[in-house]
């Protein structure tokens, strides 16, 4: 492997570490926000409630992109191509992370508004005044649940929301 690439894998490394760190710091956010908006739906002050919703939204999709980002930053050392003549051609790096951040939301199918943390969300939201009853359109979705809980519960990384087949040394809790 060339000193470049070398190079190259452990920036993206760095990169794509401290992008996890900012996921970390947004997810804990979000957690935040959901108890307050609980305390605002105690009080009964859903103006507040749906301002935080919105904004909790906000994040999720800022997550969302900044998980593939770090995803497309580890994938650039392997989509680099380097040249054997020098100077003659330069490396747009720019348009390289843009290709691959474009190939990992390709592949990304997960919507916004369906995101576990917002459904968590409007989930401890709903309890406050409605404990033990189903959300609305929850009914039928909750006996699927059922039948197949025990194959969703590893799907993703708590922490980082990425596919655990995708993790490159996951870790059981």
């Keep these: 492997m060339s000193s470049v690439v070398n190079k190259l894998t452990n920036a993206a490394e760095r990169e794509s570490s401290e992008a996890e760190t900012l996921i ?15 305390d605002y739906e105690r009080e009964n002050k859903s103006d507040k409630v749906k301002q935080l919703e919105a904004a ?28 054997n003549q020098i100077c003659v ?12 951040v474009n190939k990992v939301k390709g592949n990304s199918s997960t919507s916004v508004e369906n995101h576990l943390l917002i459904r968590q969300f409007r989930e401890a939201v709903w309890n ?46």
């Design 24 to 38: 970390a710091e947004i997810r804990k956010a979000i957690g935040e926000m959901k108890s307050i908006a609980v």
């Design 128 to 173: 406050v005044h409605h404990a033990g009853q189903p959300m609305p359109g929850d009914e039928q979705e909750d006996v699927l649940m059922t039948s197949t809980q025990t194959s969703i519960l590893n799907v993703t990384c708590p922490l980082t929301g990425k596919p655990v087949i995708q993790l490159t040394e996951p870790v059981r809790w």
């Design 56 to 83: 909790a939204l906000e994040l999720v999709a800022s997550c969302e992109d900044c998980t593939c980002y770090a995803d497309a930053i580890r994938k650039v050392p392997g989509a680099y191509q380097p040249s």
């Design 89 to 100: 051609k330069m490396t747009d790096f720019e348009k390289l992370i843009e290709a691959e």
